[in-house]
């Protein structure tokens, strides 16, 4: 185990607000629920919810992935923050489509509703962009990240390396 990786308390640390993370997207999404009324688009009303609950779940799974991964403290940090990213703003996209009542979203293509037919507001603007430009750019690093650290370790967690190094 390198220096400059990891150690088993930043690990446990993000593994942590990881989870803490997930309980937090969740009640979210429980929240988010109970509000199905006041959504003018409740189609996308439906879409926030399950894409906050379905976050909450990779949060709570991939929290485990901490001691495996074999990355620099600043590359966790990255991947840490990525993850955040990705979680939580593809709901929000779908929750500001929800309340504004705008429909861009899964519309492409449909000739009544296809977003480069109709004038956007800033509502179709901040819900559009959360989802390219931040959302996907932030997923594709968390990921890519995620299979580096895990493909340079060795199956091993890092309290095992730990353990073993100060025996």
């Known amino acids: ?32 629920g109970l509000l ?8 996308a009303f439906t879409g926030a919810h399950h ?3 379905h976050a ?5 799974a991939l929290a485990f992935a ?7 403290r600043q590359k966790m940090a990255v991947y840490f923050w990525s993850l ?15 309340l504004s009542n705008d429909h861009w979203l899964g519309t492409f293509g449909h000739p009544d509703r296809d977003p480069t037919v109709r004038a956007w507001t800033h509502w179709s603007w901040l819900s559009f962009l959360l ?10 690093v968390a990921f890519a990240l995620l299979l580096v650290g895990l493909a340079r370790g060795d199956g091993s967690s890092i309290e095992v390396v730990e353990a073993a190094k100060a025996k």
């Open 131 to 140: 989802v390219p430009v931040l959302c996907g750019p932030a997923c594709f």
């Open 51 to 53: 894409q906050w609950a």
């Open 66 to 72: 901490y001691p495996y991964m074999r990355l620099s």
């Open 56 to 60: 909450g779940e990779v949060l709570f």
């Open 36 to 43: 199905g009324d006041l959504a003018p688009n409740y189609k």
């Open 1 to 32: 185990l390198n220096m400059a990786d990891c150690d088993a308390a930043l690990a446990r640390k993000l593994r942590k607000h990881t989870l803490i993370s997930g309980a937090l997207i969740f009640l979210v999404s429980c929240f988010w």
């Open 84 to 98: 955040q990213i990705a979680m939580w703003t593809n709901g929000a996209a779908y929750a500001v489509a929800a």
